[in-house]
């Protein structure tokens, strides 16, 4: 018989969550609670024989079409599964995966059913085995991180030579200005997408939401490079946790010329951040012209996973049509 039991329970996951040190940003309730965006989330929560949680699983539930689905919040790569051990020099290898295994399986059993759920895990769960055994189909999703930001120069150092190059410019013709107006930021970011004739997939509101919300709790910055004159180069908006400081929002305003805006930008949040986080995470990305951008600056590529599971094979193929399979 395991000696863990699980349950979904929101207010029990609220208190555990507001104790917890050390909780991603993207397991935070008040992040659940905005990027859930109008949906129903909850989490299920793991716990040992003597009451010690040891294992949380937040969820995003939707209704599409009367069908209850399970998907990844909006501006969230991954939120999970967070796995907390006690800390045991004598645990083996194999005793720890086991338990690991354990806790995992009781997570995925204690989900809602549904017609459709889509599950990405952080990097920090290194194998997926117990989802793939209750038959959801695995996917390797990439992330890019600079490990050790605690040395700016360091840093600096370990960028590639154009890349250095390109700040160096930047420096000369830009200046690098903080904001609290998110509009602004929405207003480059928004830009990116004039090129292709399109425009963010991000709702305007809902970012500032995400944006006020995180400010308040000091997690949050918003960071422009701008010329003389105030024009806006390029924008970049920044959360944070203990441990990491992640860039989820950019935008770069091609029409003025490309002078290494972004670039000075991702060098200025390193530097504002050292110290206070020990990561920064570029959060993806998948895109052939973009990964390369991320390795010149010295990051690592992480992978994590996409768990998926179709009730039937009608709702397989509605998902893969709409481009929510794997």
Known sequence: ??????????????????????????????????????????????????????????????????????????????????????????RTYIKTKMQRWEIQTALVSALPHAALSIIQTSTDIDDSLPFTWQGYRQSIRYTFLIEDISDPQKCFEQFKGNIRTNIRKAERQLKVISSTDPDKLYDIHNKSFAHQEGHSPIPRSFLKKLYHAAAERQSASIHLAVDDRESVYAGVMVFSDEEKVYVLISGVDRSLGNVGALNLLYWHVIQIYA????????????????????????????????????????IETVATLSGKGV
């Open 1 to 90: 018989m395991s000696k863990y039991s699980a349950t979904v329970d929101k207010a029990k996951y609220r208190s555990w969550a507001s104790e917890q040190a050390g909780l991603p940003l993207y397991m935070s309730d008040w992040w659940l609670d905005i990027v859930s965006d109008g949906a129903e989330w909850s989490a299920v929560i793991v716990q040992s024989d003597d009451g010690t949680v040891t294992g949380a699983l937040p969820f995003v539930l939707k209704k599409y079409y009367g069908m209850s689905v399970i998907l990844p919040p909006l501006m969230t790569a991954y939120s999970g599964p967070w796995i907390g051990l006690p800390e045991d020099d004598r």
């Open 275 to 314: 110290g206070r986080v020990q990561t920064l995470d570029f959060e993806g990305s998948m895109l052939e012209g973009v990964a390369p951008v991320f390795l010149s600056f010295g990051a690592k590529i992480h992978p994590y996973f996409r768990l998926i599971k179709y009730k039937n094979k009608l």
